[in-house]
């Protein structure tokens, strides 16, 4: 099974930046799509942003945090990377990577039904 371990997280002040990052044991990391997602106090889990395989050629992003996100990924490392600008009190969530199950899809999902494994999350939370 993967292992995904998420890092980055913590208290920020509305307009400001935290990178996040995700760590996978997966040993063709290069060969998946990743994802993040976020899931507030009371809410459904939702899509934040997406990466292709191999290069990441290409990305999706939540209407929510276009502009101000940026996926991106290291597979010498196997890790995926949030960098978040611009934070807003919205913004506050448990996030989540997550690994495609399928290797070499095009293009990278965006529904959590189509990632296998998850990490445990971390806390962002944004003071106004």
Not at 26 to 51: C, H
Not at 58 to 73: E, L, P, Q
Not at 82 to 101: F, P, R
């Amino acid at each position: 099974q993967v292992q995904l371990v998420e890092s980055g997280g913590g208290l920020v002040q509305a307009g400001g930046s935290l990178r996040l990052s995700c760590e996978s044991s997966q040993g063709t990391f290069a060969n998946y799509a990743m994802g993040w997602f976020r899931q507030a106090p009371g809410k459904e889990r939702d899509f934040v942003a997406a990466i292709s395989w191999n290069s990441g050629t290409t990305t999706h992003y939540a209407d929510s945090v276009k502009g101000r996100f940026t996926i991106s990924r290291d597979n010498v490392k196997k890790t995926v990377y949030l960098q978040m600008d611009a934070l807003k009190s919205e913004d506050t969530a448990v996030y989540y990577c997550a690994a495609d199950g399928t290797p070499w899809r095009m293009p990278p999902p965006t529904t959590p039904r189509f990632f296998s494994d998850w990490g445990k999350g971390t806390q962002v939370t944004v003071s106004s």
